[in-house]
């Protein structure tokens, strides 16, 4: 038994520790969910704002604002801006949204992209290696 506890205690946090992007990927597309269901449900705008340099989402609705640090957060595409690697984006959800957003995240040579799709409200998570170039 103990030996299985040892080796359990050695395994473990290795194991969880490698999938950052994987949480981070989760936690985006929550985010997207979130603030897009709460601009349909009080018919209020929620903006995000992303701030590509600190690597930080921030959900600001009507009465919350909350902020997410996201260490693998690599650039954003927006239907009405492009893509951006750099600064910081505000997008703002209501219930006539339109605009279709990409998230990238990259870590080492693992690469993932949340989808968010304003006319069904969807939110997709993939592995998207030929839209991240090598050597970031």
Excluded: W
């Amino acid at each position: 038994m103990f030996v299985v506890a040892l080796a359990a205690a050695i395994i473990y946090p290795s194991i969880v520790a490698k999938d950052h992007i994987g949480r981070d990927a989760r936690l985006v597309a929550s985010v997207l969910r979130y603030v897009y269901d709460t601009a349909l449900a009080t018919k209020e705008p929620c903006t995000l704002k992303v701030d590509l340099q600190s690597r930080v989402l921030t959900q600001i609705c009507p009465k919350e604002q909350r902020s997410h640090e996201i260490p693998t957060l690599y650039k954003i595409e927006t239907s009405t801006t492009g893509p951006t690697k750099e600064g910081k984006i505000y997008i703002h959800f209501k219930p006539s949204m339109q605009d279709n957003i990409k998230v990238y995240l990259s870590e080492g040579d693992k690469a993932v992209v949340v989808q968010f799709n304003a006319l069904s409200g969807r939110v997709l998570v993939g592995s998207n290696q030929a839209e991240i170039p090598n050597g970031l």
